[in-house]
């Protein structure tokens, strides 16, 4: 299974502002269903149009290189 950290980033600050699916999609300007793709791994943050990766993160007050960049185990290094 491929890791999702993006969508679990999402989905963590969604439901800490108190925020649902859909008012998340609606103040966006897309579809529950787009928005869910990013939640659930279907569509990339990270590969996403810039645009649109950042108006998700302003929305959810999220860093962007937080979100895109898993933060590294300094022990793998």
């Known amino acids: ?5 993006a969508g679990r980033m999402l989905r963590e600050k969604r439901l800490a502002l108190g ?3 859909e008012k998340v999609a609606i103040e966006l300007g897309m579809s ?3 928005y869910q793709r990013y939640e659930y791994g279907e569509h990339k ?3 996403c149009p810039m645009r649109i990766g950042l108006r998700i993160c302003s929305l959810l007050k999220l860093n962007p290189y937080d979100v895109i960049f ?3 185990d300094e022990t793998e290094i």
Do not use: G
Not at 1 to 5: A, I, K, L, S, T
């Open 1 to 5: 299974m491929e890791n999702n950290h």
């Open 19 to 21: 925020l649902t699916q």
């Open 70 to 72: 898993e933060k590294i």
């Open 45 to 47: 943050l990270e590969e």
């Open 32 to 34: 529950i269903h787009q």
